[in-house]
């Protein structure tokens, strides 16, 4: 198709001759005539030639942390010197007064939502593109998720949306800082204060990245982190809930520990809650992987950014939007292409893509949280939602609609980055995109 335009060859030529010299990649991938590369789906060469080398994770450090674990008397977790030595570390890469460790970033999660006092009938707003933990613990406290509608170009919570859904019910804002791309959290918190709402934020994907020049998980009242084994750092699966907010953090300890207060002096339970702790061998691992935080974040930062800065003029493709004070550590890269603007759908699209050798695979999730069938027949509770029973809530999910979160579902291209793969490697990934969409370009 892209064959017969003219015009969009011409473009591409241009476009691509001078960030070829610029990469040092002149001619290496797509040979030295005027004709545009052939796509690698009509037997061209590669954009992306080479894969990167294989992701070594864990080794020695998280080697030397189980040894000194195994060598204790007791591998529970409190007064643990691995759950110790794993909150000091996480302390400084998110300062905050309480800091507890849990199961997984769901339970932390939970933990928060149950913390901050959030009970039957009170409403959250929350980020309908997310993983299903995000709203899990909301749920199980009998409250209700309502969705709001997220920007654009960065996935994140709209604000102003945020605020349109405030109702007599609302108690908290759960913004998501989806891909580790920091949400706009001045707007957010400033909402909050006014409202007298609580800000928990779902740091799941957004470990070592930063708002400004402030930690990501220091401008809400309560930070939540996952260990899961896809995550920046991981133990298999674990968590951290952090807060610096004298109502919320005291109480993080008892919800995440059966309701038990262990510092208190009546042995009696004052909350109920359900057993989410991190054992010592958990804990040893995510110790050791927090030394390597810095190393990954700076690196997937540094080439996201390349990333987005080689695809930003590239007709029918939007990337992905960072605001440049922030720190955004791209749990994946989100691209939107544009079908006004192409010759081709998402799919096409992804399929010349991945033929080229780039790592894309098509969106995130394949609907809104709320699309979910559990959500739409309101199947929470052995199949019934008792707090709609109650007429504690007339939420009805088969309803809702978040036009924009829908529109970056069926438009978004995920690309992986990760600390294992160079500049070389990801400008192929840029040329890729370039290559696909010019051929593609309407
Ligand atoms: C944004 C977000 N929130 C919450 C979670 C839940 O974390 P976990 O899987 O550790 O329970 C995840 C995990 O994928 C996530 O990506």
Redesign the pocket.
């Known amino acids: 198709m892209g064959e017969s335009n003219g015009f969009s060859r011409r473009r591409f030529v241009a476009a691509s001759s001078g960030l070829l010299v610029a990469s040092g990649l002149s001619g290496a991938a797509f040979g030295r005539s005027d004709e545009p590369p052939r796509l690698a789906l009509q037997g061209g060469p590669k954009a992306v030639p080479a894969s990167p080398g294989k992701l070594v994770r864990w080794g020695e450090p998280e080697r030397e942390q189980l040894s000194a674990m195994l060598a204790q008397d007791s591998l529970f977790y409190w007064k643990g010197p691995r759950t110790g030595l794993l909150i000091e570390r996480f302390r400084e890469c998110c300062p905050a007064r309480h800091i507890m460790t849990c ?7 939970h933990m928060a939502v149950a913390a901050s006092g959030i009970g039957p009938g009170d409403e959250v707003i929350t ?1 309908p593109i ?5 709203v ?1 613990g909301i749920i199980y406290q009998q409250a209700v998720p309502v969705f709001a509608d997220l920007v654009a170009d960065t996935y994140n919570l709209d604000p102003a949306d945020v605020e349109r859904k405030i109702t007599p019910k609302t108690k908290a804002i759960l913004p ?3 891909c580790g791309n920091p949400c706009d959290m001045e707007s957010l918190r400033a909402l909050a204060d006014r409202r007298g709402l609580i800000v928990i934020e ?5 470990w070592g990245a930063r708002y400004g020049d402030r930690p990501i998980g220091t401008i809400g009242h309560a930070a ?1 982190f ?3 084994n ?2 920046h750092i991981t133990c298999g ?3 951290i809930v952090a807060s610096s907010d004298d109502r919320v953090g005291p109480k993080l300890q008892a919800f995440g520990d059966k309701g038990m207060d262990r510092l208190g002096k009546d042995g009696l339970f004052h909350a109920f809650a359900t057993n989410y702790r991190m054992s010592e061998p958990q804990a040893a691992v995510a110790a050791a992987q927090l030394a390597r935080l810095e190393g990954i974040a700076s690196a997937r930062s540094r080439l996201g950014n390349l990333l987005t800065e080689r695809i930003r003029d590239v007709p029918g493709v939007v990337p992905h939007g960072v605001r440049a004070e922030d720190r955004c550590v791209y ?1 994946f890269y989100l691209l939107r292409v544009r079908p006004d603007r192409l010759r081709c759908d998402r799919a096409e699209f992804v399929k010349a893509l991945a033929a080229e050798g780039a790592p894309a695979s098509a969106g995130y999730i394949p609907v809104p949280l709320y699309g979910n069938p559990v959500f739409r027949q309101h199947a929470f509770f052995a199949g019934r939602w008792p707090i709609k029973e109650l007429g504690l809530t007339t939420m009805d999910y088969a309803q809702v609609r978040c036009a924009e979160a829908e529109s970056i579902l069926a438009t978004g291209i995920r690309i992986t980055i990760h600390e294992g793969m160079d500049e070389a490697y990801v400008a192929g990934i840029a040329d890729a995109v370039r290559k696909v969409a010019a051929h593609f370009a309407s």
Do not use: F, R
Not at 103 to 109: W, Y
Not at 130 to 134: E, Q, Y
Not at 202 to 206: F, G
């Open positions: 199961s997984s970033g769901t339970a932390a999660l980020s997310s993983d299903i933990g995000t899990i998501v800082h989806l779902d740091c799941a994907q957004a939540c996952s260990l899961q896809s995550k699966d674990g968590g749990w």
